[in-house]
């Protein structure tokens, strides 16, 4: 029987995202970027959904494509280049300019595209059984799903050159330790702590938390003096807000704040 590739469930404040196909270890089948990216833009377009907890069903997260969906037939070669901007490239556009946090919880596998989707995210906590695998030189590929970007930013060069040239897997506890995530957690505690965090990101001044993404993603290429004007834009915009002038009388009152989360 056909069961929904990408899961969505509505929480207090926030929406849980899972990919679901178990059997594969959720890798991309054919329609299943589709149905991700339907997924982002209703947590997008729901005003009370502040953050966004993205997880995988079973005993991985993702294990990148399904290679059985894009196998050349004999004589014949996939264009992969359409498959990549058709299919990876709006998925990633798309979970980067969220305008609320993203917690990634990966509960397995992440391998290939499922590696670079996690990393992708705001904040990514990984059960410490889970490995990271960024297999695409084994089939004469290279990173992609925005991996090629991420990775020396988050890893650094030497490693981020020695993760995509060997395609060597990396421990929960390499990856937090190299920077690559936010916490390696005790595999029994993954959910748990994942759920914790969206709940609490969905009470915060989800417009001030969406401009400092706006700003940290600005950084990786601008240059101290353009950094310094967005600084200067984004906090004349962030003031304007009503959670600004709640967390100041919060403040002031003593007093844990109310935010809404609105501009």
């Not at 991309?28 to 995988?56: P, S």
Request: charged share 25%; glycine share 8%.
């Amino acid at each position: 029987m056909q069961t929904d590739m990408v899961l969505s469930e509505t929480r207090a404040g926030y929406r849980v995202v899972t990919l679901n196909r178990p059997d594969r270890l959720n890798s991309f089948g054919a329609g299943m970027h589709a149905k991700l990216l339907d997924a982002l833009a209703a947590a997008e377009a729901d005003k009370t959904c502040r953050a966004l907890l993205l997880t995988g069903a079973g005993r991985g997260f993702c294990a990148g494509q399904d290679l059985s969906d894009v196998a050349a037939t004999p004589g014949e070669t996939p264009d992969l280049g359409a498959t990549i901007e058709t299919n990876y490239n709006p998925l990633v556009r798309k979970l980067r300019d969220l305008p609320m946090p993203v917690i990634c919880a990966v509960n397995g596998v992440a391998a290939g595209a499922g590696a670079n989707l996690a990393f992708a995210c705001d904040i990514v906590l990984a059960a410490r059984s889970a490995k990271f695998i960024q297999a695409f030189a084994k089939i004469g590929l290279i990173p992609d799903c925005g991996g090629s970007w991420l990775l020396p930013r988050l890893a650094g060069r030497a490693r981020a050159r020695g993760m995509a040239l060997l395609a060597e897997p990396l421990t929960a506890d390499q990856a937090e330790s190299w920077g690559l995530i936010w916490k390696a957690i005790d595999d029994a505690a993954l959910m748990d702590e994942a759920h914790r965090l969206a709940a609490h990101l969905a009470t915060q001044p989800t417009a001030g938390l969406a401009l400092i993404k706006q700003a940290l993603d600005a950084a990786e290429t601008n240059d101290l003096d353009r950094q310094l004007d967005l600084e200067r834009d984004l906090q004349g915009r962030a003031g304007r807000t009503a959670d600004y002038a709640e967390g100041v009388a919060a403040f002031f009152d003593k007093r844990t704040p109310r935010f809404t989360g609105r501009t």
